[in-house]
């Protein structure tokens, strides 16, 4: 269960007369996530999620809600922040931050077929077009310092074998991202964890339609082709090897780029991309498994599902970039 603050329908009820959403219908806690408290908030206006943040700041959050904001606003399907009656995204429950934003309809596909994957390109590069004009600017707070800084704090964790591994990683990663090539490839805000359970689907599995896309507490400015490769490392492999699936992986791609056409330059650096965030993921679940929060409530990712699709980026078979 990840309700890490509960409230009673009065406190709910209280929060919602600093909006304009109507009266209280229902409220039911949602089990899923690890970072933040969540409900589904139904009231006599419409259906909502109700968020209290449990980790990000009063500070942190307007990167994350107004970026949602400004993609809702192009019309592209992601939860909208309501607007409370002073003028505000984000408001005070429990003491903690809170938003309400709608609530997407569908739920996530578990074992993504060639549709569902051509329908999350076609959205994923909608976002980054996007946000070519979003005018916050936050770096990925998980990108390759985090994984420098924490390295030494899972280091001894690990096997001399996988502590010879990782830091190969690691290098490549310092060469190429302090490269001129790298630091010149296009990018914006990005989702950053653009994982299957991110993404929601209505329709059937064979006609499937998209919902819209959740969860962007870990978004942050990134190259666009690092955040490709997020995804196709999630929803293009096979699950027990880390290997791509090739029509699903080959689709993701000229889906893409159909809609923002990839560029030498990043077809150049797609295996060092690929790794790249294999190893994000990689140093996040060893992280979590080994050194988890206090208050964490639900069991860590296996962190060795990563270190298989490490291994397969190194070794294995790599698409080409359309």
């Not at 060639?114 to 998980?142: F, S, V």
């Not at 990005?190 to 994982?195: E, K, S, T, Y």
């Not at 030498?264 to 140093?283: K, V, Y």
């Amino acid at each position: 269960m990840a309700v890490f603050t509960s409230i009673t329908n009065e406190q709910a009820q209280a929060y919602l007369q600093e909006y304009n959403l109507g009266e209280l219908v229902s409220l039911q806690g949602i089990t899923a996530g690890i970072e933040n408290t969540n409900f589904f908030l139904n009231t006599t206006k419409g259906e909502y999620v109700l968020t209290i943040f449990e980790v990000l700041t009063f500070e942190q959050l307007p990167f994350y809600i107004q970026l949602m904001h400004h993609l809702a606003s192009k019309g592209i399907k992601v939860p909208m922040p309501q607007v409370r009656k002073d003028g505000q995204l984000i408001g005070k429950l429990m003491g903690k931050p809170a938003s309400i934003v709608t609530r997407l309809m569908g739920g996530y596909e578990a074992t993504p077929s060639k549709a569902h994957c051509i329908l999350a390109a076609e959205i994923q590069a909608h976002i980054h077009l996007a946000t070519q004009d979003y005018p916050i600017h936050q770096p990925n707070l998980r990108g390759l310092t985090w994984w420098q800084s924490n390295y030494p704090k899972i280091e001894p964790f690990l096997s001399p074998e996988l502590n010879s591994f990782y830091q190969q990683a690691l290098n490549e990663q310092i060469e190429v991202q302090h490269s001129s090539a790298w630091e010149n490839l296009p990018g914006s805000a990005c989702h950053c964890d653009l994982f299957r359970d991110n993404v929601l689907f209505a329709g059937t599995y064979q006609n499937p339609t998209m919902g819209g896309v959740i969860d962007f507490y870990f978004a942050g400015v990134d190259k666009w082709i690092f955040d490709v490769a997020v995804a196709v490392n999630d929803w293009c492999i096979q699950r027990d090897t880390g290997e791509f699936i090739r029509p699903n992986v080959k689709a993701w791609l000229q889906t893409y780029h159909k809609i923002r056409p990839f560029t030498d330059d990043e077809r150049a650096l797609w295996p060092q991309a690929l790794r790249a965030a294999a190893l994000r993921f990689w140093t996040s679940r060893l992280y979590d498994f080994y050194l988890p929060r206090a208050a964490e409530t639900l069991k860590p990712h296996d962190p060795t599902h990563f270190e298989r699709v490490l291994k397969q980026r190194f070794k294995g078979y790599i698409p080409e970039l359309p």
